[in-house]
């Protein structure tokens, strides 16, 4: 088990409830599974983001076979960004006979129709990271509105400092610009609502754009027009809902000859923006804990796969536009910028000093005190 891993296994024994192995306990449903015999199927929406095959995939597979004694299995899918693809995927394993699903949606109102086929089939599901419609047992994610309240609140902060603000917001003159991400994704709208409910009122958004498939080169383009529409030296900020997408933005900032590049949020705290913080290219990211998030899903697949309650692993509940009252898991979430790097990343063994501090960041490193 590789460092992350360990460290990963720490964490979610942390913040979850281990799951009885016997399938014994007070919350047990009629009909309990004792075997430790399970098949699951892991649907993971895309291969871009770092994050869902670097730490996802391998978190739940490492959590789930804790919880069955290394006899369960992982049946794996990744659909690329193509939502047909992921029905099929999900019928796929409905027809090879898995017994639960955990089901990171693509297109949360497309997979509906696949997910009443599981339920049709009593195979549980629960939804993973980003809420889907139809007969869902369990939802795990983070707080996603308080995503995007984190996201506005440090670009306010930035705009405060940069324009050299005693109080007040301190954006100074010129517009943002908001970049958020697929309207097929429901976390996107909740990272857009809790953005605004900070920003609306104390920043002028110049423009602002829905990203097709929260891709890098779509937020590029995105970000190349409003270039020409509001021009390079008049954007004071960007929000970015998320890290792959900040990428793109900055690098249509910089080649439209900005060098000294605006503030821009992000999400994920993947290497490449951590390290793009510590060259001061993008102010902040998001950095959620995927390794309590990953196994909290996990726990939920083998109580649903066992026929038991999710009530000592569901922290809340949530409604969907389906369905009412779902057994919920919420992780928090935490602002990274460069101040707390060591604290958050290097810590959690999500990422090494050496891994971050490659050439052509290493003097910004020693800098802020990563190096020494």
Known sequence: MNAFLRRAAVAAAATTVLIPLSGCGTDAEPGVRLSDD???????????????????????????????????????????????????????MIE???????????????????????????????????LAEGPIDGYVSFDNEQVGHIQGQALLEALKNRAGADSGSGAGSGRIVMMNGALTD??????????????????????????????????????????????????????????????????????????DLPPVTGQDAELAAVQRIVAGDQYMTVYKQYAPEAAAAAEM?????????????????????????????????????????EETVVKDGLYTVDQICVPEVRAACKEIGLTS
């Open 38 to 92: 399970i098949v699951v199927g892991l649907l993971l929406p895309e291969n871009q983001a770092a994050r869902y095959e670097q730490f996802d995939k391998p978190v739940i597979e490492e959590r789930i076979a804790r919880l069955t004694n290394n006899k369960g299995t992982v049946l794996y899918a990744n659909a690329r960004h193509d939502a047909d693809l992921q029905t099929q995927q999900l019928e796929s």
């Open 96 to 130: 090879d006979g898995v017994d639960v699903l955990i089901v990171d949606a693509v297109d949360s109102k497309a997979i509906a129709g696949a997910i009443e086929k599981a339920d049709e089939a009593a195979i549980p599901v629960v939804a993973f990271d980003r």
């Open 186 to 259: 429901p976390n996107a709208a909740m990272f857009k609502k809790g953005a605004h409910t900070e920003l609306d009122g104390k920043v002028e958004i110049g423009l602002e754009y829905d990203t097709e498939d929260w891709k890098p080169e779509n937020a590029k383009a995105n970000m190349e027009a409003a270039i020409a529409s509001l021009g390079k030296d008049a954007i004071t900020g960007v929000y970015s809902a998320n890290d792959g997408m900040a990428g793109g933005i900055i690098a249509a900032l910089k080649s439209a000859g900005v060098t």
């Open 301 to 341: 697949a083998i109580l649903l796969a066992r026929h038991m309650s999710l009530g000592a692993a569901a922290h809340t509940d949530i409604d969907t536009p389906t369905e009412e009252s779902v057994p919920t898991v919420r992780i928090p979430v935490i602002a990274l910028t460069k101040e707390n790097i």
